[in-house]
């Protein structure tokens, strides 16, 4: 039974479970799939970095209140975050790497600085 490559959609005769024509085909496959996931990574690394950098900046003091448009207009990724810290009365504090901020009312945020590795 002929088969199609799914890297160069060529029709080659192989084992049922053979997706390439030739090791050619399949290391090339391989290959733009690791660089894809290695772009994914440095996307998001950067989208962390950049919103780390956004609230370093807007926090010069180690503690700050910002409003949500200030951080939005700079390009705040509300959705990306390393980790977070919740509070014995279940407050959620929000970290990228060591700078971190949390609601407070009204749309505004109190901006804090981390300052030792908390799991
Ligand atoms: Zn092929």
Redesign the pocket.
Known sequence: MKKE?I????L?TGRSDAK???P??RSNHNNRQNRDFNNFMRNINNILRKNRRILADLNPNGKARIHRDKLMEQGFKFSYFTNEYVTKSGRVYRFCYDQGYIETEDNYYTLVVRQEYVE
């Open positions: 490559c890297e160069c959609g060529e080659f390439f024509c030739s050619h085909c």
